[in-house]
Protein backbone atom coordinates (compact mmCIF):
# COMPACT_ATOMS: atom_id res chain seq x y z
CA UNK A 1 0.00 0.00 0.00
CA UNK A 2 1.48 3.33 -1.05
CA UNK A 3 1.32 6.09 1.90
CA UNK A 4 2.62 9.53 1.69
CA UNK A 5 2.19 12.56 3.47
CA UNK A 6 -0.03 15.10 2.36
CA UNK A 7 1.87 17.93 2.99
CA UNK A 8 4.65 16.44 0.86
CA UNK A 9 2.52 15.85 -1.62
CA UNK A 10 1.31 19.73 -1.29
CA UNK A 11 4.55 21.05 -1.67
CA UNK A 12 6.49 18.87 -4.64
CA UNK A 13 2.94 20.33 -6.18
CA UNK A 14 2.59 23.94 -4.79
CA UNK A 15 6.87 23.80 -6.85
CA UNK A 16 5.37 22.44 -10.25
CA UNK A 17 2.87 24.53 -10.25
CA UNK A 18 5.28 28.12 -9.18
CA UNK A 19 7.83 27.01 -11.34
CA UNK A 20 5.10 28.18 -14.19
CA UNK A 21 3.17 30.88 -12.58
CA UNK A 22 5.33 33.60 -10.84
CA UNK A 23 2.12 34.57 -9.12
CA UNK A 24 2.32 31.81 -7.00
CA UNK A 25 3.99 32.72 -3.65
CA UNK A 26 4.85 30.49 -0.20
CA UNK A 27 5.22 32.11 2.83
CA UNK A 28 6.81 30.21 6.08
CA UNK A 29 7.06 31.12 9.58
CA UNK A 30 10.11 29.78 10.56
CA UNK A 31 8.42 26.67 9.50
CA UNK A 32 9.82 25.67 5.70
CA UNK A 33 11.01 22.30 7.42
CA UNK A 34 7.98 21.43 9.32
CA UNK A 35 5.97 22.24 6.42
CA UNK A 36 8.50 20.88 4.15
CA UNK A 37 8.58 24.03 1.92
CA UNK A 38 13.13 23.76 1.94
CA UNK A 39 13.14 22.87 -2.00
CA UNK A 40 10.50 25.73 -2.55
CA UNK A 41 12.55 28.22 -0.68
CA UNK A 42 15.67 27.20 -2.21
CA UNK A 43 14.45 27.00 -5.81
CA UNK A 44 12.31 30.10 -5.96
CA UNK A 45 13.51 32.61 -3.34
CA UNK A 46 11.75 35.41 -5.48
CA UNK A 47 8.75 33.42 -4.51
CA UNK A 48 9.09 32.74 -0.90
CA UNK A 49 8.73 34.72 1.94
CA UNK A 50 9.95 34.13 5.42
CA UNK A 51 7.64 35.72 8.40
CA UNK A 52 10.10 34.28 11.21
CA UNK A 53 7.85 33.00 14.22
CA UNK A 54 4.79 35.42 13.66
CA UNK A 55 1.65 33.69 12.60
CA UNK A 56 -0.27 37.39 13.04
CA UNK A 57 1.76 39.01 10.90
CA UNK A 58 2.28 36.36 8.18
CA UNK A 59 -1.50 36.38 7.31
CA UNK A 60 -1.38 40.57 7.29
CA UNK A 61 1.38 39.95 4.90
CA UNK A 62 -0.33 37.47 2.97
CA UNK A 63 -3.41 39.87 2.31
CA UNK A 64 -1.23 42.64 1.14
CA UNK A 65 0.50 40.65 -1.42
CA UNK A 66 -3.10 39.01 -2.54
CA UNK A 67 -3.77 42.74 -3.09
CA UNK A 68 -1.11 43.23 -5.46
CA UNK A 69 -2.03 40.26 -7.75
CA UNK A 70 0.08 37.87 -6.07
CA UNK A 71 -1.55 34.80 -4.49
CA UNK A 72 0.03 33.49 -1.45
CA UNK A 73 0.22 30.05 0.31
CA UNK A 74 0.82 31.27 3.87
CA UNK A 75 1.98 27.77 5.41
CA UNK A 76 2.87 26.81 8.63
CA UNK A 77 1.23 24.52 11.87
CA UNK A 78 -2.17 24.55 11.90
CA UNK A 79 -2.61 25.06 15.73
CA UNK A 80 -1.06 28.47 15.11
CA UNK A 81 -2.79 29.34 12.41
CA UNK A 82 -6.12 28.47 13.70
CA UNK A 83 -5.44 30.55 16.99
CA UNK A 84 -3.11 32.78 17.08
CA UNK A 85 -3.54 34.60 14.23
CA UNK A 86 -7.48 33.57 14.14
CA UNK A 87 -8.39 37.27 14.22
CA UNK A 88 -6.02 38.18 11.21
CA UNK A 89 -7.69 35.34 9.16
CA UNK A 90 -11.17 36.49 10.14
CA UNK A 91 -10.60 39.94 9.04
CA UNK A 92 -7.56 40.56 6.91
CA UNK A 93 -8.51 37.32 4.39
CA UNK A 94 -12.43 36.29 5.20
CA UNK A 95 -13.61 39.33 5.79
CA UNK A 96 -12.08 41.26 3.69
CA UNK A 97 -12.08 38.38 0.62
CA UNK A 98 -8.31 38.33 0.08
CA UNK A 99 -6.97 35.15 -2.36
CA UNK A 100 -4.84 33.42 0.24
CA UNK A 101 -5.28 29.95 1.35
CA UNK A 102 -3.90 29.12 4.93
CA UNK A 103 -2.03 25.68 4.58
CA UNK A 104 -2.14 24.33 8.22
CA UNK A 105 0.38 21.65 8.14
CA UNK A 106 0.28 19.23 11.16
CA UNK A 107 -3.20 19.74 12.35
CA UNK A 108 -5.42 17.29 14.25
CA UNK A 109 -3.49 15.45 16.63
CA UNK A 110 -0.73 14.71 14.63
CA UNK A 111 2.22 16.30 17.16
CA UNK A 112 0.39 14.06 19.48
CA UNK A 113 2.87 13.59 22.19
CA UNK A 114 3.69 17.22 22.17
CA UNK A 115 -0.04 17.85 23.45
CA UNK A 116 -2.89 19.85 23.94
CA UNK A 117 -0.81 23.08 22.96
CA UNK A 118 0.12 22.04 19.66
CA UNK A 119 -2.88 19.77 18.45
CA UNK A 120 -5.33 21.69 16.32
CA UNK A 121 -8.80 19.76 17.11
CA UNK A 122 -11.06 23.22 17.59
CA UNK A 123 -10.12 24.64 13.90
CA UNK A 124 -13.06 23.29 11.65
CA UNK A 125 -15.07 24.95 14.31
CA UNK A 126 -13.52 28.01 14.25
CA UNK A 127 -13.25 28.83 10.82
CA UNK A 128 -16.94 27.16 10.07
CA UNK A 129 -17.81 29.95 11.89
CA UNK A 130 -16.33 32.48 9.95
CA UNK A 131 -17.89 33.19 6.83
CA UNK A 132 -16.14 33.84 3.78
CA UNK A 133 -13.54 31.27 3.76
CA UNK A 134 -13.55 27.75 1.90
CA UNK A 135 -12.79 24.97 3.66
CA UNK A 136 -10.59 21.37 2.88
CA UNK A 137 -9.38 18.70 4.85
CA UNK A 138 -7.62 16.50 2.17
CA UNK A 139 -7.72 12.59 2.80
CA UNK A 140 -4.49 11.53 1.59
CA UNK A 141 -1.46 13.01 -0.89
CA UNK A 142 -3.18 11.93 -3.99
CA UNK A 143 -6.11 14.23 -3.11
CA UNK A 144 -3.75 17.00 -1.97
CA UNK A 145 -2.12 16.77 -5.16
CA UNK A 146 -5.70 17.40 -6.77
CA UNK A 147 -7.00 19.96 -4.40
CA UNK A 148 -3.42 21.95 -4.29
CA UNK A 149 -4.45 22.29 -8.23
CA UNK A 150 -7.67 23.74 -7.65
CA UNK A 151 -6.58 25.86 -5.32
CA UNK A 152 -3.96 27.77 -7.53
CA UNK A 153 -6.81 28.29 -9.91
CA UNK A 154 -9.12 29.39 -7.45
CA UNK A 155 -9.43 33.14 -6.13
CA UNK A 156 -11.68 32.52 -2.97
CA UNK A 157 -9.70 32.67 0.53
CA UNK A 158 -9.52 28.97 1.68
CA UNK A 159 -8.19 27.17 4.65
CA UNK A 160 -6.63 23.78 4.34
CA UNK A 161 -5.88 21.51 7.01
CA UNK A 162 -3.30 18.38 6.57
CA UNK A 163 -1.52 16.25 9.01
CA UNK A 164 2.04 15.51 9.47
CA UNK A 165 2.87 11.82 9.07
CA UNK A 166 2.64 9.48 5.82
CA UNK A 167 -1.09 8.29 5.30
CA UNK A 168 -2.01 5.52 3.16
CA UNK A 169 -3.33 6.40 0.14
CA UNK A 170 -7.12 6.17 -0.41
CA UNK A 171 -7.36 7.26 -3.98
CA UNK A 172 -4.77 6.80 -7.34
CA UNK A 173 -3.30 9.72 -8.99
CA UNK A 174 -5.22 11.86 -9.95
CA UNK A 175 -7.82 11.65 -7.09
CA UNK A 176 -11.02 12.38 -8.40
CA UNK A 177 -11.40 16.20 -6.32
CA UNK A 178 -14.17 18.81 -7.14
CA UNK A 179 -14.74 21.37 -4.41
CA UNK A 180 -17.97 21.18 -2.20
CA UNK A 181 -18.46 17.83 -3.98
CA UNK A 182 -18.23 14.45 -1.09
CA UNK A 183 -16.75 11.70 -2.74
CA UNK A 184 -18.65 8.50 -2.62
CA UNK A 185 -16.47 5.51 -1.51
CA UNK A 186 -18.52 3.08 -1.03
CA UNK A 187 -22.23 2.19 -1.30
CA UNK A 188 -24.54 0.38 1.44
CA UNK A 189 -27.64 0.90 2.79
CA UNK A 190 -27.70 -0.36 6.20
CA UNK A 191 -25.47 2.60 7.60
CA UNK A 192 -23.75 5.79 6.25
CA UNK A 193 -20.06 7.06 7.45
CA UNK A 194 -19.00 9.94 6.67
CA UNK A 195 -15.33 10.99 7.15
CA UNK A 196 -12.73 13.67 6.59
CA UNK A 197 -9.02 14.18 6.19
CA UNK A 198 -6.81 10.55 7.62
CA UNK A 199 -10.56 9.33 8.68
CA UNK A 200 -11.41 8.46 5.89
CA UNK A 201 -8.96 5.32 5.68
CA UNK A 202 -9.89 3.90 8.76
CA UNK A 203 -14.20 4.53 7.76
CA UNK A 204 -12.94 2.50 4.54
CA UNK A 205 -11.08 -0.31 6.57
CA UNK A 206 -14.41 -0.49 9.09
CA UNK A 207 -16.52 -0.71 5.94
CA UNK A 208 -15.13 -3.43 5.02
CA UNK A 209 -14.98 -5.38 8.23
CA UNK A 210 -18.86 -4.98 8.68
CA UNK A 211 -19.38 -6.06 4.98
CA UNK A 212 -17.69 -9.52 5.86
CA UNK A 213 -20.51 -9.19 8.92
CA UNK A 214 -23.28 -8.73 6.38
CA UNK A 215 -23.57 -5.14 7.27
CA UNK A 216 -23.41 -3.23 3.91
CA UNK A 217 -22.28 0.63 4.45
CA UNK A 218 -21.61 3.52 2.47
CA UNK A 219 -18.89 5.98 3.04
CA UNK A 220 -18.37 9.61 1.97
CA UNK A 221 -15.13 11.76 1.43
CA UNK A 222 -16.27 15.38 3.01
CA UNK A 223 -13.14 16.73 1.86
CA UNK A 224 -14.85 20.11 1.82
CA UNK A 225 -16.39 21.26 4.78
CA UNK A 226 -17.56 24.47 3.41
CA UNK A 227 -19.37 24.53 0.51
CA UNK A 228 -20.70 21.69 2.35
CA UNK A 229 -22.20 18.76 0.37
CA UNK A 230 -25.75 18.69 1.50
CA UNK A 231 -27.24 16.55 -1.08
CA UNK A 232 -24.68 14.07 0.07
CA UNK A 233 -25.42 14.25 3.60
CA UNK A 234 -28.82 13.60 2.39
CA UNK A 235 -28.35 10.99 0.80
CA UNK A 236 -26.33 9.27 3.38
CA UNK A 237 -29.20 9.77 6.14
CA UNK A 238 -31.04 7.08 3.62
CA UNK A 239 -29.55 4.72 4.85
CA UNK A 240 -31.16 5.44 8.57
CA UNK A 241 -27.88 5.72 10.73
CA UNK A 242 -25.13 8.03 10.05
CA UNK A 243 -21.69 8.03 11.75
CA UNK A 244 -19.35 10.78 11.60
CA UNK A 245 -15.78 10.42 11.66
CA UNK A 246 -13.24 13.24 11.96
CA UNK A 247 -9.77 14.20 13.76
CA UNK A 248 -11.52 16.78 15.45
CA UNK A 249 -13.14 18.16 18.29
CA UNK A 250 -16.81 16.32 18.87
CA UNK A 251 -17.95 20.06 18.97
CA UNK A 252 -18.70 22.04 15.71
CA UNK A 253 -16.39 20.09 13.25
CA UNK A 254 -17.68 17.90 10.26
CA UNK A 255 -20.11 15.81 12.74
CA UNK A 256 -21.55 19.03 14.03
CA UNK A 257 -21.96 20.39 10.37
CA UNK A 258 -23.56 16.82 9.45
CA UNK A 259 -26.22 17.40 12.49
CA UNK A 260 -27.01 21.16 11.41
CA UNK A 261 -28.15 19.54 7.97
CA UNK A 262 -29.86 16.74 9.11
CA UNK A 263 -31.31 18.02 12.29
CA UNK A 264 -33.38 20.77 9.92
CA UNK A 265 -33.64 19.03 6.95
CA UNK A 266 -33.82 14.81 7.90
CA UNK A 267 -33.98 14.15 11.29
CA UNK A 268 -31.84 10.98 11.06
CA UNK A 269 -30.31 9.38 14.22
CA UNK A 270 -26.36 9.52 14.29
CA UNK A 271 -23.34 9.35 16.11
CA UNK A 272 -20.38 11.58 16.49
CA UNK A 273 -16.83 10.01 16.49
CA UNK A 274 -13.90 12.52 17.39
CA UNK A 275 -12.00 13.68 20.05
CA UNK A 276 -13.66 14.24 23.45
CA UNK A 277 -14.60 17.41 25.47
CA UNK A 278 -11.72 17.12 27.71
CA UNK A 279 -8.21 17.38 27.81
CA UNK A 280 -6.30 15.03 25.07
CA UNK A 281 -4.89 11.37 26.07
CA UNK A 282 -1.53 11.87 24.84
CA UNK A 283 0.52 9.44 22.60
CA UNK A 284 1.93 9.37 19.04
CA UNK A 285 -1.58 10.27 16.91
CA UNK A 286 -2.32 6.29 15.93
CA UNK A 287 -1.98 5.88 20.27
CA UNK A 288 -4.57 9.21 20.48
CA UNK A 289 -6.90 7.48 17.77
CA UNK A 290 -6.31 4.14 19.55
CA UNK A 291 -7.81 5.93 23.14
CA UNK A 292 -10.68 7.17 21.81
CA UNK A 293 -11.71 4.43 18.99
CA UNK A 294 -10.77 6.10 16.38
CA UNK A 295 -9.69 3.42 14.11
CA UNK A 296 -11.56 1.11 12.04
CA UNK A 297 -12.62 -1.07 15.22
CA UNK A 298 -13.94 1.61 16.69
CA UNK A 299 -15.85 2.81 14.27
CA UNK A 300 -16.92 -0.01 13.40
CA UNK A 301 -18.24 -1.01 16.43
CA UNK A 302 -19.74 2.41 16.88
CA UNK A 303 -22.12 1.28 13.25
CA UNK A 304 -22.96 -1.87 14.67
CA UNK A 305 -24.46 -0.46 17.95
CA UNK A 306 -26.19 2.68 16.78
CA UNK A 307 -27.48 0.99 13.94
CA UNK B 1 -0.63 71.60 -3.94
CA UNK B 2 0.39 74.39 -0.78
CA UNK B 3 -0.45 74.00 2.52
CA UNK B 4 -2.57 76.97 2.53
CA UNK B 5 -5.25 74.91 0.30
CA UNK B 6 -4.70 71.46 2.07
CA UNK B 7 -5.49 73.37 5.01
CA UNK B 8 -8.58 74.42 3.77
CA UNK B 9 -9.55 71.30 2.35
CA UNK B 10 -8.91 69.66 5.91
CA UNK B 11 -11.23 71.76 7.66
CA UNK B 12 -13.86 70.83 4.86
CA UNK B 13 -13.21 66.86 5.61
CA UNK B 14 -13.53 68.12 9.15
CA UNK B 15 -16.93 69.11 8.56
CA UNK B 16 -17.87 66.61 6.75
CA UNK B 17 -16.67 64.29 9.45
CA UNK B 18 -18.60 66.03 12.11
CA UNK B 19 -21.94 66.40 9.96
CA UNK B 20 -21.54 62.43 9.35
CA UNK B 21 -21.03 61.37 13.06
CA UNK B 22 -24.07 63.98 14.29
CA UNK B 23 -26.08 62.57 11.73
CA UNK B 24 -25.35 58.92 12.43
CA UNK B 25 -25.21 59.75 16.29
CA UNK B 26 -22.47 57.12 16.39
CA UNK B 27 -18.56 58.00 15.56
CA UNK B 28 -15.08 58.48 16.35
CA UNK B 29 -14.93 62.40 16.71
CA UNK B 30 -11.62 63.13 18.36
CA UNK B 31 -9.34 60.62 15.88
CA UNK B 32 -10.78 61.74 12.78
CA UNK B 33 -9.86 65.16 13.46
CA UNK B 34 -6.20 64.66 14.86
CA UNK B 35 -6.08 62.36 11.62
CA UNK B 36 -7.37 64.68 8.98
CA UNK B 37 -4.70 66.89 8.00
CA UNK B 38 -2.20 63.74 7.45
CA UNK B 39 -4.93 62.17 5.62
CA UNK B 40 -5.67 65.32 3.27
CA UNK B 41 -2.09 65.58 2.42
CA UNK B 42 -1.65 62.58 1.27
CA UNK B 43 -4.61 62.08 -0.79
CA UNK B 44 -4.16 65.22 -2.40
CA UNK B 45 -0.68 66.04 -2.54
CA UNK B 46 0.88 62.98 -1.86
CA UNK B 47 -0.69 59.73 -3.25
CA UNK B 48 -0.63 58.66 -6.93
CA UNK B 49 -4.20 57.53 -7.06
CA UNK B 50 -7.12 57.35 -9.38
CA UNK B 51 -10.42 57.32 -8.08
CA UNK B 52 -11.71 56.39 -11.02
CA UNK B 53 -9.59 53.75 -11.99
CA UNK B 54 -9.48 52.49 -7.76
CA UNK B 55 -7.84 49.01 -8.30
CA UNK B 56 -5.35 50.52 -10.84
CA UNK B 57 -2.02 48.07 -10.46
CA UNK B 58 0.66 51.27 -10.06
CA UNK B 59 -1.14 52.99 -7.26
CA UNK B 60 0.33 54.01 -4.20
CA UNK B 61 -1.11 51.95 -1.23
CA UNK B 62 -2.97 52.94 1.59
CA UNK B 63 -4.32 51.92 4.62
CA UNK B 64 -5.85 53.35 7.76
CA UNK B 65 -4.81 50.87 10.45
CA UNK B 66 -6.72 52.81 12.85
CA UNK B 67 -9.78 52.11 11.12
CA UNK B 68 -11.88 53.97 13.66
CA UNK B 69 -10.75 57.09 12.20
CA UNK B 70 -12.84 56.16 9.05
CA UNK B 71 -15.56 59.47 9.20
CA UNK B 72 -12.35 61.63 8.00
CA UNK B 73 -11.35 58.76 5.32
CA UNK B 74 -14.43 58.49 4.02
CA UNK B 75 -15.27 62.40 3.52
CA UNK B 76 -11.47 62.44 1.76
CA UNK B 77 -11.87 59.27 -0.03
CA UNK B 78 -15.81 60.73 -1.49
CA UNK B 79 -13.78 64.35 -2.60
CA UNK B 80 -11.34 62.74 -4.22
CA UNK B 81 -13.65 60.92 -5.92
CA UNK B 82 -13.31 57.80 -5.50
CA UNK B 83 -17.85 57.57 -4.81
CA UNK B 84 -20.31 59.95 -4.62
CA UNK B 85 -19.99 62.50 -2.14
CA UNK B 86 -23.91 62.38 -1.59
CA UNK B 87 -23.34 58.60 -0.38
CA UNK B 88 -21.54 60.47 2.80
CA UNK B 89 -25.37 60.91 4.30
CA UNK B 90 -25.96 56.96 4.62
CA UNK B 91 -22.74 56.84 6.98
CA UNK B 92 -24.06 54.31 9.40
CA UNK B 93 -27.48 53.74 8.32
CA UNK B 94 -28.90 50.48 7.81
CA UNK B 95 -27.28 48.34 4.75
CA UNK B 96 -25.07 51.34 3.98
CA UNK B 97 -21.52 50.20 2.80
CA UNK B 98 -19.78 53.13 4.36
CA UNK B 99 -19.96 52.19 7.83
CA UNK B 100 -17.60 52.38 11.48
CA UNK B 101 -14.66 50.50 10.17
CA UNK B 102 -13.01 50.84 6.71
CA UNK B 103 -14.82 48.39 4.55
CA UNK B 104 -13.08 47.39 1.32
CA UNK B 105 -16.52 47.35 -0.69
CA UNK B 106 -15.73 50.69 -1.03
CA UNK B 107 -14.08 51.91 -3.45
CA UNK B 108 -10.18 52.99 -2.90
CA UNK B 109 -10.29 51.42 0.61
CA UNK B 110 -7.91 48.40 0.18
CA UNK B 111 -8.89 46.44 2.98
CA UNK B 112 -10.92 46.05 5.84
CA UNK B 113 -9.30 47.79 9.13
CA UNK B 114 -10.59 48.42 12.49
CA UNK B 115 -9.22 45.41 14.73
CA UNK B 116 -6.15 47.27 15.79
CA UNK B 117 -2.63 46.42 14.88
CA UNK B 118 -3.30 44.09 11.55
CA UNK B 119 -2.90 47.38 8.80
CA UNK B 120 1.00 48.00 9.19
CA UNK B 121 1.38 43.31 8.33
CA UNK B 122 -0.70 44.23 5.39
CA UNK B 123 0.97 47.11 4.38
CA UNK B 124 4.89 44.99 4.71
CA UNK B 125 2.99 42.26 2.30
CA UNK B 126 2.03 45.35 -0.23
CA UNK B 127 5.11 46.67 0.08
CA UNK B 128 7.19 43.30 -0.70
CA UNK B 129 5.17 42.90 -3.34
CA UNK B 130 6.05 45.67 -5.14
CA UNK B 131 9.73 45.03 -4.35
CA UNK B 132 9.36 41.54 -5.93
CA UNK B 133 7.03 42.85 -8.75
CA UNK B 134 9.58 45.27 -9.62
CA UNK B 135 6.69 47.96 -9.06
CA UNK B 136 6.99 52.09 -7.79
CA UNK B 137 4.30 52.00 -6.02
CA UNK B 138 4.41 52.82 -2.09
CA UNK B 139 2.22 52.27 0.70
CA UNK B 140 1.66 54.54 3.80
CA UNK B 141 0.03 53.19 6.65
CA UNK B 142 -1.78 55.52 9.38
CA UNK B 143 -2.21 53.86 13.07
CA UNK B 144 -2.86 55.19 16.34
CA UNK B 145 -0.77 55.66 19.14
CA UNK B 146 -2.98 53.55 21.12
CA UNK B 147 -2.56 50.93 18.86
CA UNK B 148 0.93 50.67 19.08
CA UNK B 149 0.28 48.43 22.09
CA UNK B 150 -0.45 45.65 19.87
CA UNK B 151 1.98 43.23 19.94
CA UNK B 152 1.48 42.78 16.18
CA UNK B 153 2.77 45.91 15.00
CA UNK B 154 6.51 44.80 16.57
CA UNK B 155 5.94 42.26 14.54
CA UNK B 156 5.39 43.82 11.56
CA UNK B 157 8.12 46.76 12.21
CA UNK B 158 10.54 43.33 12.55
CA UNK B 159 9.27 42.58 9.27
CA UNK B 160 9.39 46.15 7.56
CA UNK B 161 13.35 46.53 8.62
CA UNK B 162 14.38 42.77 7.87
CA UNK B 163 13.20 43.51 4.34
CA UNK B 164 14.30 46.54 3.85
CA UNK B 165 11.35 48.18 3.20
CA UNK B 166 12.45 51.80 1.66
CA UNK B 167 8.57 51.88 -0.10
CA UNK B 168 6.73 51.94 3.33
CA UNK B 169 5.73 54.63 5.20
CA UNK B 170 4.52 54.15 8.68
CA UNK B 171 2.72 57.10 10.43
CA UNK B 172 1.45 57.65 13.60
CA UNK B 173 -1.39 59.98 14.89
CA UNK B 174 0.84 60.86 17.69
CA UNK B 175 -2.10 62.82 19.64
CA UNK B 176 -1.02 60.71 22.95
CA UNK B 177 -4.59 60.44 23.66
CA UNK B 178 -6.36 56.94 23.90
CA UNK B 179 -10.04 56.21 24.93
CA UNK B 180 -9.16 55.51 28.67
CA UNK B 181 -7.03 58.60 28.35
CA UNK B 182 -3.42 59.95 28.27
CA UNK B 183 -1.10 56.87 26.32
CA UNK B 184 1.74 57.48 28.76
CA UNK B 185 -0.70 56.37 31.50
CA UNK B 186 -2.57 53.78 29.54
CA UNK B 187 0.58 51.96 27.74
CA UNK B 188 3.60 53.93 28.17
CA UNK B 189 4.94 54.48 24.53
CA UNK B 190 8.02 57.07 25.31
CA UNK B 191 11.17 56.80 24.43
CA UNK B 192 8.72 56.30 21.44
CA UNK B 193 10.69 57.45 18.41
CA UNK B 194 13.80 55.29 19.69
CA UNK B 195 11.58 52.07 19.87
CA UNK B 196 11.25 52.14 16.49
CA UNK B 197 14.85 53.51 15.99
CA UNK B 198 15.83 50.66 18.10
CA UNK B 199 13.63 47.86 15.07
CA UNK B 200 15.39 49.40 12.41
CA UNK B 201 13.61 52.35 11.15
CA UNK B 202 14.57 55.56 9.37
CA UNK B 203 12.40 57.66 12.28
CA UNK B 204 11.40 61.40 11.47
CA UNK B 205 8.71 63.65 13.69
CA UNK B 206 6.53 66.54 12.37
CA UNK B 207 3.67 68.83 13.46
CA UNK B 208 0.82 66.27 12.27
CA UNK B 209 -2.07 69.05 12.44
CA UNK B 210 0.37 70.94 9.91
CA UNK B 211 0.28 70.07 6.29
CA UNK B 212 3.24 72.06 5.85
CA UNK B 213 5.42 70.06 8.19
CA UNK B 214 3.63 67.33 6.36
CA UNK B 215 4.41 68.40 3.00
CA UNK B 216 7.87 69.06 3.94
CA UNK B 217 8.59 65.23 5.24
CA UNK B 218 6.96 63.96 2.00
CA UNK B 219 8.91 65.97 -0.11
CA UNK B 220 12.35 65.31 1.40
CA UNK B 221 13.73 61.97 0.23
CA UNK B 222 14.38 59.50 2.56
CA UNK B 223 17.52 57.21 3.48
CA UNK B 224 17.39 53.95 1.28
CA UNK B 225 17.54 50.64 2.50
CA UNK B 226 15.23 51.15 5.75
CA UNK B 227 11.05 51.81 5.78
CA UNK B 228 10.16 54.68 7.15
CA UNK B 229 7.82 55.91 10.38
CA UNK B 230 6.47 59.53 11.00
CA UNK B 231 5.51 60.21 14.33
CA UNK B 232 3.01 62.89 12.99
CA UNK B 233 2.51 64.76 16.16
CA UNK B 234 -1.24 65.67 16.40
CA UNK B 235 -4.30 66.90 18.77
CA UNK B 236 -6.81 64.55 19.24
CA UNK B 237 -10.28 66.37 18.33
CA UNK B 238 -8.63 69.10 16.59
CA UNK B 239 -10.33 72.06 14.88
CA UNK B 240 -13.07 71.68 17.31
CA UNK B 241 -12.39 74.12 20.15
CA UNK B 242 -15.16 71.59 22.76
CA UNK B 243 -13.38 68.57 21.67
CA UNK B 244 -9.55 69.41 21.57
CA UNK B 245 -7.23 67.20 23.74
CA UNK B 246 -10.60 65.56 25.62
CA UNK B 247 -10.59 62.25 25.80
CA UNK B 248 -14.23 62.20 26.19
CA UNK B 249 -14.34 63.28 22.68
CA UNK B 250 -13.12 59.52 21.84
CA UNK B 251 -16.26 58.88 20.44
CA UNK B 252 -18.56 61.16 21.97
CA UNK B 253 -21.17 62.72 18.95
CA UNK B 254 -21.77 66.89 18.86
CA UNK B 255 -24.97 68.05 19.10
CA UNK B 256 -26.60 70.18 16.76
CA UNK B 257 -25.22 73.29 18.41
CA UNK B 258 -21.69 71.85 18.66
CA UNK B 259 -22.28 71.45 15.04
CA UNK B 260 -22.51 74.71 14.65
CA UNK B 261 -19.64 76.03 16.79
CA UNK B 262 -18.00 73.32 15.02
CA UNK B 263 -18.28 74.90 11.46
CA UNK B 264 -17.35 78.62 13.03
CA UNK B 265 -14.18 77.38 14.34
CA UNK B 266 -13.53 75.46 11.15
CA UNK B 267 -14.55 78.83 8.90
CA UNK B 268 -16.68 76.76 6.90
CA UNK B 269 -20.37 77.42 6.17
CA UNK B 270 -21.99 73.75 6.47
CA UNK B 271 -20.90 71.00 3.82
CA UNK B 272 -22.75 70.63 -0.07
CA UNK B 273 -23.93 66.84 0.55
CA UNK B 274 -26.62 66.99 3.30
MG1 LIG C 1 -4.50 58.32 20.10
Not at chain 1, 221 to 248: C, K, N, Q, S
Amino acid sequence: MKTEAARMAFTRTLLALAREDQTIFATATDSRGSVTLNEFADALPAQFVECGIAEQNAIGIAAGLANAGIRPFVCGPACFFSMRSAEQVKVDIAYSHMNVKVIGVSGGVSYGALGMSHHATQDIALFRATPGLEIFIPADGPQTVALTKYLAKSSEPAYVRMGRGAVPNVYEEPAPFAPGKANKLREGSDAAIIACGEMVYHALKAAQALAEEGIAVSVYDMHTLRPLDEAAILEAAETGFVVTVEEHNIHGGLGGAVAEVLSQEKPTRMRILGLPDAKHFTGNSAEVFAHYGLTAEGIAQAVRKGR
Amino acid sequence: MDATTLQTIANQRRADAVTMIHRANTGHTGGSMSSLDILTTLYYAVLSVRPQEPHWPERDRFLLSKGHSVEGYLAVLADRGFFPKAELATFSMAGSRLIGHPNNQTPGVEVCTGALGHGLSVGVGMAIAAKRLQKSYRTFVLMGDGEQAEGSVWEAAMAGANYQLDNLYAIIDRNGLQISGATEDVMALEDFADKWRAFGWDVAEAAGNDPQSLLTYFETPRPAGKPHCLIARTIKGKGLPFAENRKDWHHKVPSAEQLLEAYAALGVKGVDWA
